[in-house]
């Protein structure tokens, strides 16, 4: 799959690994975890659309998330944690440098607050990044709203917000390559 449009969905199971892997890439962030994690539900089952594929994935992170495994825990979170931090200057996702992009620009305090903010983030929960689908958000709301979910000190909510931003994105992202 060379270029960074979606096969149709018809396609997916009998694609090779490669390319389910690129598919993987292209909605989420590369992770080997997910790959590990997803690649036979993309080759075993057939979906009806992309929000479909995508449903099925958040599932498997659900089903880790819901988990009292610790190496089930440890999974979610490399996955989780491939997600770049908000506000990173290094992003090796085109997808999340063009998501990030507005969050990039401004003034210099307001990139200091957000690497306080993700540093703290993190120090609260151990192991989580914070995801969030900006799509157009001003960044003092996301801001407000990574405050909040700190202030709130609950890791089983953390994962599934994660695991629901990380869906939300995927299914913004599966709209923008189909069109």
């Known amino acids: ?34 790959h590990t994690l997803s690649i036979n539900l993309l080759r075993e089952q057939t979906f009806s659309s992309y929000d479909d594929l995508i449903t099925s994935v958040g599932m498997q992170l659900s ?9 089930d825990t440890q999974w979610l979170e490399k996955i989780l944690e491939a997600h770049p931090r908000l506000g ?4 090796d996702s085109a997808q999340s440098q063009v998501e990030q992009a507005q969050l990039a620009s401004g003034h210099a305090t307001g990139q200091d607050k957000l690497t306080e903010m993700n540093a703290l983030y993190e120090r609260t929960f151990p192991g989580l990044r914070y995801v969030v689908f900006v799509n157009g958000r001003e960044r003092s709301a996301i801001l407000d709203d ?22 939300q994105i995927a299914a913004d992202r599966a709209r923008k390559l189909q069109s």
Do not use: N, Y
């Open 1 to 34: 799959m060379a270029s960074s449009k979606l096969p149709p969905i018809s396609t997916v199971p009998t694609l090779p690994s490669s390319e389910l892997v690129a598919i993987l890439d292209l909605l989420f962030e590369p992770c080997v975890a997910l």
């Open 63 to 71: 089903d880790l998330a819901e988990s009292s495994s610790t190496s």
């Open 88 to 91: 990173e200057k290094k992003i």
């Open 146 to 167: 990574m405050q909040a979910r700190i202030d709130r000190k609950d890791i089983s909510s953390e994962r599934a917000e994660a695991i629901k931003a990380m869906c």
